[in-house]
């Protein structure tokens, strides 16, 4: 390789990694803090202006006392449900939209001289919308859904373009620490995003600003930095890509979910690349409820303050940091398949812990915060990677549609279990040790997959390490 193609890769790799850096806050800030600390509390006001109407004392507790996050119902076509289970609820939703667009991209990108642009669209979008979520005020939590779901779509749809380019700028011994690199370069920056943004929260009030406005402030400020740091990547990444077909309009919608079929048709000829896709799914499935439901957790069943539940995603984030670069190192002795292995195990200790944490003690949370960034850098990263080995060459974007599809059609389904436990049984205790189940499946799975089998068989070579 000559020095001036070093160049190039470390460019490319960078603008790569930036794009981490950029989505990072919508998942870190919109996502896992202020969406499910704010969502709720506007669901809640929307239910007790229903009280006043209508005088329905339905979410006032045996002692007159209301307990609005776990008890008001909200309403939705006709739906009634406790406004504390609406953010698992949107997650699930949110997901399932996703599910009937993100084939679309997969299909774009193949047929695009210029994979950058589709990318850029759809970072355009959920920038946008996250932006947007600024004007949720009030009881008016059903626009905040809306904008939520689109900018969901816009963050899915550009992930999938954004994976397939792992391909493109590293070699199969390179992939595993590339990937890992840009997760943990995400978390840093998702990280360092939230830090200036709690610093701003927890000094409210001295700016005259209401808890409100500061959270829809966060939203704001989330949506520019999306926005803002997706430039790097659209000026590094490489711009040539032979398209596999040209089609315009309509016919790349028809062609998007056609793709998806001829797709999982092809599939079919790698049973064991499917395998480790349909493991994956199990625990990636775990790790993003765990992650988007904790600060509910931490504040519906341990009643924790806002900015103890905001701090403790902080340490998170930064320790996730610290998390991918362990990772990578470990991937590089033992290989990521039994990485990924460690990690599973890891996630089931850290829940039985967070099963065992008491009602306002602070240091047990944070404990457990700890143990989630040391496994949450490295895990999905590890995966990403892996996965890349076993796609057959060329296939790429259709293969990472299948991928980002198949998470996101199927990471509705903690979401709902933790909301659903929560509401059958009045606690989301046992809510959170009930996702045990998606990682000793998930570890079971992957154990049982001969991944050396399946890159050899996808026609790859495969790593001197697995």
């Not at 979008?125 to 969901?152: K, P």
């Not at 840009?182 to 009030?205: I, T, V």
Request: charged fraction near 15%; glycine fraction near 10%; include cysteine.
């Amino acid at each position: 390789m000559t020095l001036a193609e070093t160049r190039d890769s470390k460019r490319e790799r960078w603008g790569w990694y930036f794009y981490d850096w950029a989505n990072s806050p919508f998942y870190s800030s919109v996502t896992t803090v202020f969406g499910a600390l704010y969502m709720s509390t506007v669901a809640a006001a929307d239910a007790k202006q229903n009280i006043t109407l209508n005088g329905d004392r339905a979410c006032l507790n045996a002692s007159g006392v209301d307990d609005k996050l776990n008890h008001c119902d909200v309403a939705l076509f006709g739906l009634h449900f406790p406004a504390g289970s609406l953010w698992g609820y949107l997650l699930s939703v949110a997901t399932v939209v996703q599910v009937l667009v993100l084939p679309i991209a997969g299909a774009v990108a193949d047929r695009s001289r210029n994979k950058r642009k589709i990318l850029g669209g759809f970072a355009a979008l959920g920038a946008a919308a996250s932006a947007l979520m600024f004007f949720m005020a009030g009881s008016d939590w059903q626009l905040g859904a809306a904008l939520f779901i689109l900018a969901n779509i816009g963050y899915g749809g550009s992930l999938v373009v954004y994976y397939s380019f792992l391909v493109d700028i590293a070699t199969p011994d390179e992939r595993d620490d590339v990937s890992a690199k840009g997760w943990a370069f995400g978390y840093l920056g998702g990280g360092l995003a939230l830090a200036l943004q709690l610093a701003f929260y927890l000094s409210r009030e001295s700016l005259g600003v209401d808890t409100g406005l500061a959270v829809r402030i966060c939203f704001l400020t989330s949506g520019i930095w999306w926005a803002l740091f997706t430039i790097p990547t659209l000026r590094r990444l490489p711009r040539v890509h032979v398209p596999t077909a040209t089609a315009r309009g309509v016919s790349v919608l028809r062609s998007g979910f056609r793709e998806l079929r001829q797709t999982l048709g092809e599939a079919k000829a790698y049973p064991l690349t499917l395998a480790f896709l349909g493991s994956y799914l199990l625990f990636a499935d775990g790790i993003n409820t765990v992650v988007t439901v904790s600060a509910q957790y931490g504040k519906d069943e341990l009643r924790f303050t806002d900015e103890v539940l905001i701090i403790t995603v902080l340490v998170i984030q930064f320790l996730a940091y610290a998390g991918g670069v362990l990772h990578g190192l470990l991937a590089r002795r033992l290989g990521a398949k039994r990485t990924i292995l460690v990690s599973l195990v890891l996630w089931v200790v850290v829940l039985g812990g967070a099963y065992f944490v008491q009602p306002q003690q602070p240091l047990q949370f944070f404990a457990v915060a700890v143990g989630i960034g040391l496994v949450l850098g490295g895990t999905n990263a590890l995966a990403r990677s892996l996965f890349s080995q076993m796609i057959p060459a060329g296939k790429d974007a259709q293969y990472y549609s299948l991928y980002v599809v198949g998470e996101k059609g199927t990471s509705w389904l903690g979401p709902l279990v933790f909301a659903g436990v929560g509401q059958a049984t009045g606690s989301f205790r046992l809510a959170i040790v009930a996702l045990v189940a998606f990682f000793v499946l998930g570890f079971v799975f992957v154990a049982l997959v001969p991944v050396r089998r399946a890159i050899a068989a996808a026609g790859n070579r495969p790593p001197e390490v697995l």
